[in-house]
C-alpha cells in the first residue's frame, strides 16, 4: 500500500494519517458501511483527502469523503453521497417515462404501465441493491459480502460505467492514467 501511495502522491493526490480501527468502528456506528478488506488496508495506510490536478486548478472541494472528520457537516455530507446513486438513477428511470423509450432492465421484472408504478417499484428494488461506498467524486465501490477487492464504478444516473475491475486498477485509471498509443483525433477526448 504505502507504494500505491507514493504513486498517488506522485501525481498530486495528498494524504494524511490513515484511520485506525476506532475509526472504521465509528465509521459503521454512523454509516451502517464496513469497507471491502482492500479498502480498509488502504485507508489505514493514508487517507486521501485532496488531489491537485494541475498547478492553476485544484479539483472540486471534498472530492474524497473525509472518513475520520466527525462533525454534523461531514457526516451529512457523506450521508447524502451514498444516497445520491440511487436519487440519480430513480430520476433517470422515471424521466424515461416521459419519453417512448422507458428505461426498465429486465431484471428488474416487468415493465411498469406508469410512471408512479415505476416509482413504486424502483423503491423496493433498490432496498436488495448493494450500500455504494464513496470512494472520490461520483466513483464508489459496492459493499459486497465476502469480496475483499469489488470493482468501482462511475455512477451519475443511468450513465453508469465500470471504472475498475478492482481497488489497483480503478486508482490506476482514475490518477495515474496508463500511457496509451496515439489515437488520431480522439486521444484528446479519452484523455480530458
Known amino acids: 500500500m504505502k507504494d500505491l501511495i507514493r504513486s498517488l502522491e506522485s501525481v498530486g493526490v495528498k494524504f494524511e494519517k490513515g484511520l485506525c480501527e476506532r475509526d472504521f468502528k465509528r465509521i459503521k456506528e454512523i454509516y ?9 488496508r488502504f485507508y489505514k495506510a493514508g487517507l486521501p483527502v485532496s488531489i491537485k490536478k494541475d ?3 485544484l479539483s472540486s472541494p471534498m472530492p474524497f469523503p473525509i472518513w475520520n472528520d466527525y462533525s454534523e457537516e461531514n457526516v451529512e455530507r457523506i450521508k447524502t453521497k451514498m444516497k445520491k446513486p440511487y436519487e440519480w438513477l430513480k430520476s433517470d428511470v422515471l424521466t ?7 428505461f426498465w432492465l429486465k431484471d428488474w421484472g416487468t415493465l ?14 433498490i432496498k436488495t441493491a448493494p ?18 477487492d469489488p470493482p468501482v464504478i462511475s455512477t451519475v444516473g443511468i ?25 488520431p483525433f480522439w486521444n484528446g ?4
Open 131 to 148: 450500500v455504494l461506498i464513496p470512494v472520490y467524486s461520483h466513483r464508489y465501490v459496492p459493499m459486497l459480502e465476502n469480496i475483499i
Open 55 to 57: 498547478e492553476k486548478k
Open 96 to 102: 424515461s417515462f416521459d419519453s417512448n423509450k422507458p
Open 32 to 40: 451502517g458501511i464496513t469497507f471491502p478488506e482492500v479498502w480498509k
Open 112 to 125: 411498469p404501465e406508469t410512471k408512479e408504478e415505476a416509482a413504486i417499484r424502483f423503491d423496493e428494488l
Open 159 to 183: 450513465d453508469t460505467i465500470m471504472y475498475g475491475k478492482n481497488q489497483f486498477d480503478y486508482l490506476q485509471n482514475e490518477f495515474i492514467k496508463p500511457q496509451i498509443d496515439p489515437i
Open 189 to 192: 477526448i479519452i484523455l480530458k
